[in-house]
């Protein structure tokens, strides 16, 4: 369907892209939250320059943070055939050239001995989520540079009893962001938060990076409990002034999803991820006549 030449040329330029631009949802929300602190404060000061910053790094496509991420992919394939080992191969390749050219560091490393390939690629580097979604004709691929900050110091995760209930449930978010890296300044909020509840251990820390990663800031999750217990807590977590690095402001986090799963009676699964302020993520989607085009956002979740 697609020469490799072809898709990995495309996924370089995705990559290159994401580290570069942020999307406009993100940029708005950061611009929000600046016109929200007091005039003269650290954390106006803050967020003004990470604006200026993102204006040059759009303007002359460099990244916008040194840390260019680990390498993530989301394949999310539809209902028309596509060739996932081809989408996989490709993928390493363009990641492998994206970091010789200098558009991304060489972060990933062997996690024992530190060594260091210099590619980014090796074994689970890129790492590549898959999930088939028959709603839609075509094959979303997303690329997503996850920070080391939000990676080291973000997540965490437990297993909610029955008897913990909602109030639990709101403890363990609030515990762990306020306690985390949000008020060290570790994961250099304000972050994106996510939260995955329900299914298995493995199943719901997925949920939780890919609620911080892939949800548009400002969106809110159908369910009505879940969308009031966002707003609740994004409203809750910001009143403690912990702001921006940590250093005092009003906006601690930019926002916070949840997602949900069944899970089994004897107790609920809880893990909470972060995504950096800078929110990069890119995605293309693939056609099965040959069209290969940008998507200003990915759809993983439609709801």
Partial sequence: MFEDAVLTERFIDVIRRSVCELPEDSLNALREAHGRE??????????????????LS?????????????????V??????????????CAAEAVRAATA????????????????????????SPLMEWRVDPSIDCCEVIYVPKGG????FGPA??????????????????????????????TCPPNIIGVGVGGTSEGCMAMAKQAACLRKVGSRNPDPIIRDLEAEMLGVINSMGIGPLGMGGKTTI??????????????????????????????????????????????????
């Fill in 157 to 186: 995760f437990r297993t909610i009893l029955p008897a913990d209930g909602v109030q639990g449930l709101k403890k363990f978010i609030f515990d762990t962001i306020v306690v985390n890296g949000n008020r060290t300044g570790a």
């Fill in 76 to 89: 999310r394939a539809g209902k028309d055939s596509v060739d996932l080992v081809q989408i996989s191969r």
């Fill in 58 to 74: 759009t303007e002359h496509l460099i990244p916008m943070c040194a840390d260019t991420g680990f390498p993530v992919f989301f």
């Fill in 254 to 303: 930019l926002d916070l999803h949840i997602e949900f799963s069944m899970t089994h009676l004897v107790g609920t699964p809880v893990a909470i991820a972060a995504q950096c302020p800078a929110a990069r993520v890119g995605t293309l989607r693939l056609h099965s006549d040959g069209r290969i085009e940008k998507a200003g956002w990915p759809g993983w979740f439609s709801y």
């Fill in 38 to 55: 007091s005039d003269g404060s650290i954390a106006k000061a803050h967020l003004e320059t990470n604006l200026t910053n993102l204006a």
């Fill in 149 to 152: 900050g939000t990676e080291i």
């Fill in 101 to 124: 050219n200098g558009y991304i560091r060489p972060n990933a490393v062997e996690p024992l001995t530190r060594k260091n390939p210099g590619t980014n690629v090796g074994t689970g």
